[in-house]
């Protein structure tokens, strides 16, 4: 058995990619996108009839309005694909600029819903990501009460995984890998596995969610080595790319739980709960949280607008297929 199949018996596994062929390889269970992973895909072509599609759907748009509607199809465009092939659910993403914006937020998710709604996708199948700001996390709960299941993105401190389970969303997913890189920039040095501060992070917010009784799920996501995923075996899901996914296929093992709900409610982990003023402190307290958080909706953003500046620049093609 390998180390893949094995995890698969204890955690849900998600494709952390937009490939659709590397889904089709490794059988996830879910999948999720961000602006990053589109404008790479995009890019490549064998998925330009997507593309082509996206922009003939954004000419109904009016002129001002056109590249933001490509956005939005090509997202969604990318998802419905997606759900061709993995039976559970996609991650589709809020713009970064909307990050600091909770009505905004809100009406955007609201769009992006109603483009799967008008393909005929169950709303049980979409997860629409949002950045974890405390405006985010607002707009997260008032969707969750409309029925918009939310996942929250660039999560780094415990104060915004302890506000989103007390918002009520429906998962979230803390960075393992952003999280150790900047401890090992601060300490010069690689750290090791049994000290990984990314994955006692993640073990921390999955002991307390446990202990607590929230049903926010917890998504490991934004590894760097196979030892922070299979140290994380147990946790609700863990979104992977495929890199690492072939890792996992291709070594031999079995993986055991690490992280149990027996154990979690054994933790000295004490209740909390936080309104505006005591996140913003409690999250400014963690200097790690605060600059991958900003440095996280900077590069989104960035991508995001190189993604419109392909747009811009495209037509579609004689032979695409609408």
């Given at each position: 058995?390998?180390l893949?199949?094995?995890?698969?018996?204890?955690?849900?596994?998600?494709?952390?990619?937009?490939?659709?062929?590397?889904?089709?390889?490794?059988?996830?269970q879910?999948?999720t996108?961000?602006?990053?992973?589109?404008?790479?895909?995009?890019?490549?072509p064998?998925?330009?009839?997507?593309?082509?599609?996206?922009?003939?759907?954004?000419?109904?748009?009016?002129?001002?309005?056109?590249i933001e509607?490509?956005?939005?199809?090509?997202a969604?465009?990318?998802?419905?694909?997606?759900?061709?092939?993995?039976?559970?659910?996609?991650?589709t993403e809020?713009?970064?600029r909307?990050?600091?914006?909770?009505?905004?937020?809100?009406?955007?998710?609201?769009?992006?819903i109603?483009?799967?709604?008008?393909?005929g996708?169950?709303?049980?199948?979409?997860?629409?990501?949002?950045g974890?700001?405390?405006?985010?996390?607002?707009?997260?709960?008032?969707?969750?009460?409309?029925g918009?299941?939310?996942n929250?993105?660039?999560l780094?401190s415990?104060?915004?995984?302890?506000?989103?389970?007390?918002?009520?969303?429906?998962?979230?997913?803390?960075?393992?890998?952003?999280?150790?890189?900047?401890y090992?920039?601060?300490?010069g040095?690689?750290?090791?596995?049994?000290?990984?501060?990314?994955?006692?992070?993640?073990?921390?917010?999955?002991n307390?969610?446990?202990?607590?009784?929230?049903?926010?799920?917890?998504?490991?996501?934004?590894?760097?080595?196979?030892?922070?995923?299979?140290?994380?075996?147990?946790?609700?899901?863990?979104?992977?790319?495929?890199?690492?996914?072939?890792?996992?296929?291709?070594?031999?093992?079995?993986?055991?739980?690490?992280?149990?709900?027996?154990?979690?409610?054994?933790?000295?982990?004490?209740?909390?709960?936080?309104d505006?003023?005591?996140?913003?402190?409690l999250?400014?307290?963690?200097?790690?949280?605060?600059?991958?958080?900003?440095?996280?909706?900077?590069?989104?953003?960035?991508?995001g607008?190189?993604?419109?500046?392909?747009?811009?620049?495209?037509t579609?093609?004689?032979?695409?297929?609408?």
């Open positions: 058995m390998s893949l199949d094995s995890l698969k018996r204890i955690t849900t596994v998600v494709a952390d990619t937009g490939d659709l062929e590397s889904m089709r390889q490794y059988q996830p879910d999948a996108t961000n602006p990053s992973l589109l404008l790479k895909v995009s890019q490549q064998q998925y330009r009839p997507i593309v082509d599609r996206a922009m003939k759907a954004a000419e109904a748009a009016p002129a001002a309005k056109r509607s490509f956005m939005d199809h090509l969604v465009g990318f998802g419905l694909e997606i759900l061709k092939i993995v039976p559970g659910r996609v991650s809020v713009d970064a909307l990050s600091f914006d909770t009505d905004a937020s809100m009406a955007k998710a609201r769009e992006l109603g483009l799967y709604d008008q393909a996708i169950s709303r049980e199948r979409i997860l629409i990501k949002v974890t700001t405390w405006e985010g996390i607002r707009a997260a709960a008032q969707l969750e009460r409309e918009i299941h939310c929250m993105t660039l780094f415990f104060a915004q995984a302890v506000a989103c389970a007390e918002a009520g969303v429906t998962l979230i997913s803390p960075f393992v890998g952003r999280i150790y890189d900047y090992k920039k601060e300490r040095a690689e750290i090791p596995p049994a000290d990984d501060p990314g994955v006692q992070s993640v073990t921390r917010i999955y307390y969610y446990k202990k607590y009784g929230y049903k926010t799920q917890i998504m490991g996501a934004s590894f760097r080595r196979v030892e922070q995923i299979t140290d994380l075996a147990g946790c609700d899901l863990l979104t992977i790319s495929p890199d690492l996914l072939e890792s996992l296929q291709k070594t031999d093992g079995e993986v055991t739980a690490k992280l149990t709900i027996d154990a979690a409610r054994a933790s000295s982990e004490e209740k909390i709960s936080l505006e003023k005591s996140f913003r402190w999250h400014n307290l963690d200097a790690m949280a605060v600059d991958k958080l900003g440095d996280g909706i900077r590069r989104f953003y960035d991508d607008r190189k993604l419109e500046q392909f747009a811009a620049k495209l579609v093609s004689d032979t695409a297929k609408v």
